[in-house]
T-cell receptor, first 114, second 109 residues
Framework: DAMVIQNPRYQVTQFGKPVTLSCSQTLNHNVMYWYQQKSSQAPKLLFHYYDKDFNNEADTPDNFQSRRPNTSFCFLDIRSPGLGDAAMYLC?????????????FGPGTRLTVT | QKEVEQNSGPLSVPEGAIASLNCTYS??????FFWYRQYSGKSPELIMFIYSNGDKEDGRFTAQLNKASQYVSLLIRDSQPSDSATYLCAAAGTYKYIFGTGTRLKVLA
């Protein structure tokens, strides 16, 4: 089945220790998104890729970086995680051409910072 | 600032009743509107999308859109305890989404 996969599902890292979260998709969608979601809050868009074009949200901290080496994979790098970065990180994809723009979410990675 | 507003709830309804969830949006450029269901600790799953004024029905779910009033709603008929979750409303322009904070629905058995 076509899907969005995130690894790991749970990640524990130490304060200040770099961490990388990964996302892959078999949908062949052009657009990939990274969201941060904290408890009882809306998903907050960090950045998205339209194909290879990277689009950073204005309020996304410099501590967060992303890479998309090919259509299928996208990575979220947190260079120096702080306690406030503990959250669920959601990867999503969409296909803006010929579709209804719906986003398909992966299962998320729960990040804990100790 | 572009916003999507939802009542955070909780909205409590008895089993078998109709649950009505509402959402307003500020960006008139929004073209498509989505309802996602999110269980605690899980990722959002798409329930319905709508982009034309009026009603759209899918099983027990009906989405309603009124672009003049910038209002979207979701009706859940014959509510079941398994429908208890947070429902996120989202508005999309081109391919960027604005999410609301969600309404927590409790269906009481």
């Amino acid at each position: 089945d076509a899907m969005v996969i995130q690894n790991p599902r749970y990640q524990v890292t130490q304060f200040g220790k770099p961490v990388t979260l990964s996302c892959s998709q078999t949908l062949n969608h052009n657009v990939m998104y990274w969201y941060q979601q904290k408890s009882s809050q809306a998903p907050k868009l960090l950045f998205h890729y339209y194909d290879k074009d990277f689009n950073n949200e204005a309020d996304t901290p410099d501590n967060f970086q992303s890479r998309r080496p090919n259509t299928s994979f996208c990575f979220l790098d947190i260079r120096s995680p702080g306690l406030g970065d503990a959250a669920m990180y959601l990867c999503a994809t969409s296909e803006p051409f010929g579709g209804s723009l719906e986003q398909y979410f992966g299962p998320g990675t729960r990040l804990t910072v100790t | 600032q572009k916003e999507v507003e939802q009542n955070s709830g909780p909205l409590s309804v008895p089993e078998g009743a109709i649950a009505s969830l509402n959402c307003t949006y500020s960006d008139r450029g929004s073209q498509s509107f989505f309802w996602y269901r999110q269980y605690s600790g899980k990722s959002p799953e798409l329930i319905m999308f709508i982009y034309s004024n009026g009603d759209k029905e899918d099983g027990r779910f009906t989405a309603q859109l009124n672009k003049a009033s910038q209002y979207v709603s979701l009706l859940i008929r014959d509510s079941q305890p398994s429908d208890s979750a947070t429902y996120l409303c989202a508005a999309a322009g081109t391919y960027k989404y604005i999410f609301g904070t969600g309404t927590r629905l409790k269906v009481l058995a």
